[in-house]
C-alpha cells in the first residue's frame, strides 16, 4: 500500500524535525556506553531509576542525545556489497539484485534458515532533563519523543510471502499451520517524566535504595496486527485458500482512511501512563558515615566494591480513542482469487474486503473505536563491580516481555561491559549477545560531556553481511559531588574527602 510507505517516510520526517522539538533521556538498545558509569547521570534513569543516587555527580542536565538502532534477523545486505560510508554518499542507491521467481529486483537477501523472524527498529532523539542529587534523596525531570517499530516471532514462509511476492514458487501448495503467535507493531509517542530515588538503608557496609519514575504518554501513531492462528495454502501467485485464521489488528495513524492522503487533525490520539520502579544493593567500599554536609556541592560520594540493580521498565500503555479503529477475524476461513490484481488504495479499501472475504459483510470485522498499545516492558538487571582504581566490570541483562496483545516488543540482550572511568575520560567495551543469537562488539567513548558510541562495532567494517546498525549520542553538563571545594565555599569538604573510597 503506497499510503502505508508514505506514512513511515513521515514517520521519520517527523522525528527529525523532533530533534529539536520533542526531546528525551537518552537510555536505549541499549546505549550501555552511555548508561551504565557513574556519570551517566540522567541517562541511566532508563535502566533503573535508583542510578541517580550512585552518580558521581549530585547535578548532571541532558542538553541533547540521541540514538539510532536496526537490526533483523530475515534480510541482509551482503558483505560485497556494504561500505558504511556509502551511506553519506550523495545520491548513494541501494544495490539491486534480480529475483530468483518473478522479475522485480531487490535489494536485500534474505535467510532461509527456517528461524523465526525478528525485527526492532528504534529511534528516540533526547534533549532537556535535569537530575539533582540532596543527600539520601534524588530528583529527576525529563521529557521525550520515542519511536519504534517492532516484529516478533514472523514464520519464515509469511516473511517470505511478504517480502518476495505470492509467486516464490518453492512455498505453493504447503498447508501452513502457524498456530504460535506472532506480533508486528510500531508506535510513537512523547512523554514527560518525574523521578525520586531514596537510600532507605544505609549501614556498616551495605546501602539499599529503592526508586521510581512516573511519565505522562502522549500517542501520535500505533499500528499492530497480532496472529495466533493461520491455517493457508499458496496455491499459485494470485490464488490464496484461507483454511481457518484468527487475529485482531488496530491502527491510529495520521491518515485519511477513505484515501490515505496525510492529516494533521487530532496529533495526539491517545494519552497513557507509564512507569520504572527499580531496587539497589550497594556494598560499599568503606564503613558508611552519614555526610553532614552544608552544600550540595559538598556532598561526598560514597565509592563501592560492587552493586546489584533490578528494576522492571516501561511499564505501561496508551489508550487510543481518536482516529482509532481495531477490527478482528475469529476463527474463519477465506478464498482469494486474483489476488495479483488487486490494488488497494487506502486502509478503508483493505479491510472492507478483507471483512468482506471472511464475513461476508464489509462491517463485520470491526470491533471497537479505541485500543491499548502497550509499551516495550523489560526486567532490567545490572551487576557493577569496582575492580580498580578507575576500572569496571559491569554484567546487564535487559529481558523484555509483552503486557498486552497490542504491544511493541523489546529484544533480549545480555552483555558484558568493561569500562575505564574518570572525570574526563570514559571507554567502555559493550560485548554483548543480542536476542540469545547475535554476538556483538561496539565501542563508547565520553570525553568530558560528549558520549559517543556504537554496541555494534562491526558495522563500520565490511567484514560480514549487513543486519542492522546502532549508533548514539549524548551532550550532558555535570556538576561533580565535592566540586565546590574549587570555589572555597564555605563548609565544603577539602580535596582528599570528595571521595570516601578504599582506592584512592
Not at 256 to 265: G, L, Q, S
Amino acid at each position: 500500500m503506497k499510503g502505508l510507505k508514505k506514512y513511515f517516510r513521515f514517520i521519520a520526517g517527523f522525528m527529525l524535525i523532533s530533534c529539536s522539538l520533542v526531546p528525551d533521556p537518552a537510555y536505549t538498545q541499549e546505549m550501555f556506553g552511555a548508561t551504565l558509569g557513574n556519570y551517566s547521570g540522567v541517562n541511566g534513569l532508563g535502566l533503573n531509576p535508583t542510578s541517580m543516587l550512585n552518580s558521581k555527580a549530585y547535578l548532571d542536565i541532558n542538553i541533547l542525545a540521541l540514538d539510532e538502532f536496526i537490526q533483523n534477523n530475515y534480510m541482509y545486505m551482503a558483505k560485497e556489497d556494504y561500505h558504511f560510508i556509502n551511506f553519506f554518499k550523495p545520491g548513494y542507491q541501494l544495490p539491486e539484485h534480480p529475483e530468483e521467481y518473478g522479475t522485480k529486483t531487490r535489494n536485500f537477501y534474505t535467510y532461509h534458515n527456517n528461524h523465526r523472524a525478528n525485527a526492532y527498529i528504534q529511534q528516540r532523539v533526547n534533549g532537556p532533563g535535569v537530575m539533582f542529587v540532596y543527600g539520601d534523596h534524588a530528583f529527576a525531570l525529563t521529557t521525550g519523543a520515542r519511536l519504534i517499530i517492532s516484529a516478533k516471532g514472523v514464520p519464515q514462509e509469511i516473511a517470505n510471502f511478504a517480502y518476495l511476492g505470492l509467486n516464490y514458487r518453492p512455498q505453493h501448495n504447503i498447508n501452513y499451520k502457524d498456530a504460535r503467535t506472532f506480533r508486528i507493531g510500531q508506535l510513537t509517542w512523547g512523554e514527560i517524566g518525574l523521578s525520586y530515588a531514596y537510600n532507605f538503608h544505609s549501614r556498616n557496609y551495605t546501602r539499599i535504595s529503592a526508586g521510581i519514575t512516573i511519565r505522562r504518554l502522549f500517542g501520535y501513531a500505533a499500528l499492530f496486527l497480532k496472529s495466533e492462528d493461520a491455517d493457508y495454502v499458496v496455491l499459485d501467485d494470485s490464488t490464496i485458500s484461507v483454511h481457518n485464521f484468527k487475529g485482531v489488528m488496530g491502527y491510529a495513524l495520521p491518515l485519511d482512511y477513505d484515501n490515505n492522503t496525510f492529516t494533521n487533525d487530532n496529533m495526539i490520539k491517545g494519552k497513557g501512563i507509564s512507569g520504572d520502579v527499580g531496587i539497589t544493593y550497594t556494598r560499599l567500599s568503606s564503613v558508611y558515615s552519614k555526610d553532614f554536609f552544608t552544600t550540595p556541592c559538598s556532598q561526598i560520594y560514597d565509592d563501592y566494591w560492587y552493586r546489584i540493580s533490578v528494576a522492571l521498565i516501561d511499564l505501561g500503555a496508551i489508550r487510543f480513542k481518536t482516529h482509532a479503529e481495531k477490527y478482528a477475524i475469529d476463527n474463519r476461513g477465506s478464498y482469494w482469487d486474483d489476488c495479483n490484481e488487486f490494488d488497494f488504495i487506502s486502509f478503508h479499501h483493505f479491510m472492507d474486503t478483507t471483512s468482506y472475504r471472511f464475513y461476508g459483510d464489509k462491517n463485520a470485522s470491526y470491533r471497537a473505536s479505541s485500543f491499548y498499545m502497550w509499551l516495550p516492558a523489560a526486567l532490567s538487571v545490572q551487576f557493577d563491580y569496582h575492580y580498580l582504581k578507575h576500572w569496571y566490570i559491569n554484567t546487564s541483562l535487559i529481558y523484555g516481555f509483552d503486557l498486552g496483545p497490542a504491544s511493541v516488543a523489546r529484544p533480549a540482550e545480555l552483555a558484558i561491559v568493561p569500562r575505564y572511568e574518570t572525570r574526563a575520560l570514559e571507554v567502555s567495551l559493550p560485548v554483548s549477545l543480542y536476542n540469545w543469537e547475535k554476538p556483538r562488539i561496539g565501542l563508547a567513548i565520553r570525553y568530558y560531556y560528549l558520549t559517543m558510541g556504537t554496541e555494534k562495532l562491526g558495522q563500520f567494517f565490511n567484514m560480514s553481511n549487513f543486519t542492522g546498525m546502532d549508533f548514539y549520542l549524548a551532550i550532558h553538563y555535570f556538576i561533580d559531588k565535592g566540586s565546590c571545594r574549587d570555589r572555597k565555599t564555605k563548609g565544603c569538604q577539602e580535596v582528599d574527602y570528595k571521595v570516601r573510597s578504599i582506592y584512592r
